[in-house]
């Protein structure tokens, strides 16, 4: 797929950190990717976008005053609209070495330390975007699926009522079953 999608296909990715040249950074790793790059200085202000629309992605720095990576990702994981969305979680290299442990145990889909590959960050991050893409195809086929399963059951229901009449029509039936099997597999009838 192309780096540069459509706009139905547009990925939001939550950048999560407290210092401004982090979230320029991350910014910078991640502009060339050419989708929507949101904000949040803190666990409350990700919280928030998260409620407010869809993210393929979460880039969430774990050392943040107040609510701290490890809840914030708690709280994604605890909502039914936001426990699917993958969170990366970033922090320094002099991070305790049981925090790693500690971001898989809360949901993390993965644990980058700073500073990081930028190379790396872009891959991982892209990984995330294409399953989303293709988590967001899926929805639009599932529908689609669904629509059409309903057209079927309408058209089967309306055949039942004319066959349980007394004298029903039967070159409209034999029409309406043609109709109905162009409908199930998608080809026209003669």
Do not use: C
């Amino acid at each position: 797929m192309s780096t540069e999608a459509s706009t139905d296909e547009r990925a939001n990715i939550l950048l999560v950190d407290d210092m401004e040249d982090n979230l320029i950074a991350l910014e910078a790793v991640l502009g060339s990717l050419n989708e929507p790059l949101v904000r949040a200085r803190s666990g409350e202000d990700a919280m928030k976008a998260l409620l407010r629309q869809r993210f393929a992605v979460v880039l969430l720095d774990i050392r943040m005053p107040g609510m701290d990576g490890f809840e914030t990702a708690a709280n994604i994981k605890r909502l039914d609209q936001t426990k699917d969305v993958p969170i990366i979680f970033l922090t320094g290299t002099d991070a305790d070495s049981g925090y790693a442990f500690r971001g898989y145990a809360t949901g993390a889909a993965d644990y980058l330390t700073k500073p990081f590959d930028p190379w790396v960050l872009r891959a991982k991050v892209t990984v995330f975007l294409d399953l989303h893409r293709k988590n967001r195809q899926l929805e639009r086929m599932l529908a689609e699926q669904r629509t059409h399963g309903a057209q079927v059951n309408s058209r089967l229901d309306a055949l039942e009522k004319q066959l349980a009449e007394a004298s029903p029509d039967l070159a409209e039936l034999r029409a309406q079953v043609r109709d109905l099997r162009a409908l199930v597999t998608g080809h026209r009838a003669p």
